[in-house]
Protein backbone atom coordinates (compact mmCIF):
# COMPACT_ATOMS: atom_id res chain seq x y z
CA UNK A 1 0.00 0.00 0.00
CA UNK A 2 1.06 3.62 -0.21
CA UNK A 3 1.31 3.77 3.70
CA UNK A 4 0.82 2.60 6.44
CA UNK A 5 -2.81 2.66 7.96
CA UNK A 6 -4.23 2.25 11.28
CA UNK A 7 -7.70 1.94 12.12
CA UNK A 8 -9.87 3.04 14.07
CA UNK A 9 -8.63 6.56 13.73
CA UNK A 10 -10.48 7.37 17.31
CA UNK A 11 -11.73 4.95 19.66
CA UNK A 12 -13.73 5.75 22.54
CA UNK A 13 -14.57 3.45 25.44
CA UNK A 14 -15.76 2.71 28.44
CA UNK A 15 -13.61 1.05 31.45
CA UNK A 16 -13.79 -2.40 31.59
CA UNK A 17 -14.00 -2.98 27.93
CA UNK A 18 -11.67 -4.58 25.92
CA UNK A 19 -10.72 -3.13 22.50
CA UNK A 20 -8.86 -3.95 19.21
CA UNK A 21 -6.77 -1.91 17.06
CA UNK A 22 -5.32 -2.78 13.41
CA UNK A 23 -2.12 -1.81 12.03
CA UNK A 24 -1.58 -2.68 7.95
CA UNK A 25 1.93 -2.23 7.18
CA UNK A 26 3.29 -1.05 4.49
CA UNK A 27 3.89 -3.84 1.47
CA UNK A 28 7.40 -5.65 2.40
CA UNK A 29 7.90 -4.22 5.16
CA UNK A 30 8.73 -7.00 7.54
CA UNK A 31 9.28 -5.52 10.62
CA UNK A 32 6.13 -4.07 12.45
CA UNK A 33 6.15 -2.11 15.76
CA UNK A 34 3.62 -0.67 18.20
CA UNK A 35 4.26 2.66 20.63
CA UNK A 36 1.70 4.41 23.12
CA UNK A 37 1.62 8.56 22.99
CA UNK A 38 0.31 10.22 25.90
CA UNK A 39 -0.27 13.78 25.48
CA UNK A 40 2.92 15.67 25.10
CA UNK A 41 5.79 12.93 25.55
CA UNK A 42 7.60 11.13 23.47
CA UNK A 43 6.72 7.15 22.23
CA UNK A 44 6.53 4.57 24.43
CA UNK A 45 7.73 1.47 23.05
CA UNK A 46 5.43 -1.78 23.19
CA UNK A 47 5.93 -4.45 20.80
CA UNK A 48 8.14 -5.72 18.09
CA UNK A 49 7.82 -8.32 14.92
CA UNK A 50 10.86 -9.17 12.72
CA UNK A 51 9.19 -11.57 10.25
CA UNK A 52 8.60 -15.08 11.84
CA UNK A 53 10.66 -14.65 14.51
CA UNK A 54 9.26 -14.74 17.98
CA UNK A 55 8.09 -11.40 18.74
CA UNK A 56 9.84 -8.78 21.77
CA UNK A 57 7.30 -8.34 23.92
CA UNK A 58 9.14 -6.64 26.29
CA UNK A 59 7.69 -3.36 26.45
CA UNK A 60 4.11 -4.31 26.94
CA UNK A 61 3.09 -2.40 30.06
CA UNK A 62 0.77 -5.55 32.02
CA UNK A 63 -1.01 -8.54 30.45
CA UNK A 64 -3.76 -6.77 29.38
CA UNK A 65 -1.72 -5.99 26.93
CA UNK A 66 -1.02 -8.85 23.70
CA UNK A 67 -0.65 -8.48 20.05
CA UNK A 68 -0.71 -10.67 17.09
CA UNK A 69 0.55 -10.35 13.57
CA UNK A 70 -1.26 -12.65 10.77
CA UNK A 71 0.70 -13.89 7.93
CA UNK A 72 3.25 -11.63 8.60
CA UNK A 73 1.14 -8.34 7.52
CA UNK A 74 -1.44 -6.95 9.33
CA UNK A 75 -1.09 -7.05 13.25
CA UNK A 76 -4.20 -6.47 15.90
CA UNK A 77 -3.08 -4.71 19.41
CA UNK A 78 -5.47 -5.87 22.25
CA UNK A 79 -6.63 -4.20 25.25
CA UNK A 80 -8.36 -6.14 27.86
CA UNK A 81 -10.39 -5.11 30.78
CA UNK A 82 -8.99 -0.92 29.45
CA UNK A 83 -8.26 1.33 32.50
CA UNK A 84 -8.81 5.12 32.56
CA UNK A 85 -4.62 5.08 32.05
CA UNK A 86 -4.96 3.52 28.68
CA UNK A 87 -5.92 6.65 27.06
CA UNK A 88 -3.27 7.56 24.63
CA UNK A 89 -2.50 7.67 21.08
CA UNK A 90 -1.53 4.11 19.74
CA UNK A 91 0.99 4.22 16.87
CA UNK A 92 1.97 1.11 14.35
CA UNK A 93 5.05 1.93 12.25
CA UNK A 94 6.88 -0.69 10.30
CA UNK A 95 10.45 -0.92 8.29
CA UNK A 96 12.75 -3.35 6.39
CA UNK A 97 14.37 -5.53 8.11
CA UNK A 98 16.52 -3.30 10.66
CA UNK A 99 20.82 -3.39 9.83
CA UNK A 100 19.54 -4.13 6.23
CA UNK A 101 20.64 -0.92 4.87
CA UNK A 102 24.03 -1.15 7.00
CA UNK A 103 24.81 -2.28 10.65
CA UNK A 104 23.01 -3.73 13.39
CA UNK A 105 20.86 -0.77 14.29
CA UNK A 106 17.55 0.21 13.59
CA UNK A 107 16.53 1.75 10.62
CA UNK A 108 13.97 3.99 9.02
CA UNK A 109 10.39 3.42 10.30
CA UNK A 110 7.20 4.43 8.34
CA UNK A 111 4.29 5.29 10.85
CA UNK A 112 0.78 5.40 10.43
CA UNK A 113 -1.83 8.06 11.52
CA UNK A 114 -2.21 6.41 15.21
CA UNK A 115 -5.61 5.31 16.80
CA UNK A 116 -6.62 7.70 19.53
CA UNK A 117 -8.02 5.43 22.41
CA UNK A 118 -10.11 7.82 25.46
CA UNK A 119 -10.88 5.09 28.21
CA UNK A 120 -14.14 6.67 30.72
CA UNK B 1 13.77 4.59 29.50
CA UNK B 2 14.53 7.02 27.47
CA UNK B 3 17.44 8.01 26.15
CA UNK B 4 17.17 10.62 23.44
CA UNK B 5 16.67 14.17 25.27
CA UNK B 6 15.95 17.07 23.21
CA UNK B 7 16.16 20.79 24.29
CA UNK B 8 14.54 22.69 23.89
CA UNK B 9 11.22 21.71 25.47
CA UNK B 10 9.48 24.38 23.19
CA UNK B 11 10.77 27.15 20.53
CA UNK B 12 8.97 29.99 19.30
CA UNK B 13 10.65 31.46 16.76
CA UNK B 14 9.55 34.48 13.14
CA UNK B 15 8.98 32.75 10.00
CA UNK B 16 11.91 33.23 8.26
CA UNK B 17 14.67 32.84 11.04
CA UNK B 18 16.46 29.69 11.93
CA UNK B 19 15.54 27.20 14.04
CA UNK B 20 18.12 24.42 16.27
CA UNK B 21 17.14 21.79 18.64
CA UNK B 22 19.80 19.72 20.17
CA UNK B 23 19.47 16.03 21.29
CA UNK B 24 21.36 14.50 23.81
CA UNK B 25 21.50 10.60 24.55
CA UNK B 26 23.72 7.98 26.53
CA UNK B 27 24.74 4.66 25.26
CA UNK B 28 26.74 4.30 22.13
CA UNK B 29 24.64 4.36 18.71
CA UNK B 30 24.66 2.88 15.16
CA UNK B 31 22.63 5.77 13.96
CA UNK B 32 20.25 8.81 14.62
CA UNK B 33 17.39 9.62 13.38
CA UNK B 34 15.09 13.20 13.73
CA UNK B 35 11.15 13.17 13.04
CA UNK B 36 8.32 15.34 12.58
CA UNK B 37 4.94 15.27 14.46
CA UNK B 38 2.03 17.09 13.23
CA UNK B 39 -0.72 18.00 15.30
CA UNK B 40 0.13 14.66 17.62
CA UNK B 41 -0.78 12.01 15.13
CA UNK B 42 1.80 10.25 12.60
CA UNK B 43 5.59 10.84 12.70
CA UNK B 44 7.48 11.16 9.17
CA UNK B 45 10.73 10.68 9.29
CA UNK B 46 13.28 13.31 8.43
CA UNK B 47 16.79 12.81 8.50
CA UNK B 48 19.21 9.55 9.48
CA UNK B 49 22.59 10.00 10.18
CA UNK B 50 25.22 7.18 10.97
CA UNK B 51 27.81 6.96 13.70
CA UNK B 52 30.39 7.63 11.32
CA UNK B 53 28.88 10.64 9.71
CA UNK B 54 29.41 14.27 11.71
CA UNK B 55 26.89 16.24 9.16
CA UNK B 56 24.56 15.84 6.77
CA UNK B 57 22.43 17.77 4.76
CA UNK B 58 18.56 17.50 3.44
CA UNK B 59 16.49 20.88 1.57
CA UNK B 60 16.25 22.78 4.54
CA UNK B 61 17.49 20.62 7.12
CA UNK B 62 21.02 19.93 8.23
CA UNK B 63 22.06 17.89 11.11
CA UNK B 64 25.16 17.49 12.68
CA UNK B 65 26.37 14.18 14.93
CA UNK B 66 29.16 14.45 17.54
CA UNK B 67 29.58 11.13 19.26
CA UNK B 68 32.26 12.05 21.61
CA UNK B 69 29.73 14.47 23.15
CA UNK B 70 26.65 12.22 22.26
CA UNK B 71 24.64 15.02 20.76
CA UNK B 72 23.64 16.17 17.83
CA UNK B 73 21.71 19.44 16.46
CA UNK B 74 18.81 19.97 14.05
CA UNK B 75 18.94 22.72 12.17
CA UNK B 76 15.75 24.27 10.29
CA UNK B 77 16.49 27.39 8.06
CA UNK B 78 14.79 29.96 7.09
CA UNK B 79 11.71 28.02 8.71
CA UNK B 80 8.10 28.39 7.62
CA UNK B 81 4.74 28.64 9.19
CA UNK B 82 4.41 24.43 7.41
CA UNK B 83 7.39 23.52 9.97
CA UNK B 84 5.34 24.23 13.13
CA UNK B 85 5.71 20.65 14.80
CA UNK B 86 6.96 18.26 17.41
CA UNK B 87 10.40 17.48 16.37
CA UNK B 88 12.25 14.07 17.84
CA UNK B 89 15.42 12.50 18.05
CA UNK B 90 15.70 8.55 18.25
CA UNK B 91 18.98 6.50 18.65
CA UNK B 92 19.14 3.29 17.15
CA UNK B 93 21.60 1.45 19.86
CA UNK B 94 24.62 -0.67 18.63
CA UNK B 95 23.21 -3.40 20.00
CA UNK B 96 19.36 -3.52 19.73
CA UNK B 97 17.02 -2.71 16.49
CA UNK B 98 14.87 -0.68 18.65
CA UNK B 99 14.65 3.26 18.43
CA UNK B 100 14.82 4.90 21.63
CA UNK B 101 12.70 8.07 21.44
CA UNK B 102 13.24 11.50 23.57
CA UNK B 103 10.08 13.46 25.02
CA UNK B 104 10.63 16.02 21.80
CA UNK B 105 11.10 19.82 21.10
CA UNK B 106 7.48 21.83 20.06
CA UNK B 107 8.79 23.84 17.61
CA UNK B 108 6.05 27.14 16.41
CA UNK B 109 6.47 29.44 13.68
CA UNK B 110 5.17 32.36 14.17
CA UNK B 111 4.02 34.46 10.72
Known amino acids: GAGVSQSPSNKVTEKGKDVELRCDPI?????LYWYRQSLGQGLEFLIY????????KSGLPSDRFSAERTGGSVSTLTIQRTQQEDSAVYLC??????????????????FGPGTRLTVL | SQQGEEDPQALSIQEGENATMNCSYK?????LQWYRQNSGRGLVHLILIRSNEREKHSGRLRVTLDTSKKSSSLLITASRAADTASYFC???????????WGAGTKLIIKP
Open chain 1, 49 to 56: FQGNSAPD
Open chain 1, 93 to 110: ASSFPPGLAGGVGGDTQY
Open chain 2, 90 to 100: ATAPDSNYQLI
Open chain 2, 27 to 31: TSINN
Open chain 1, 27 to 31: SGHTA
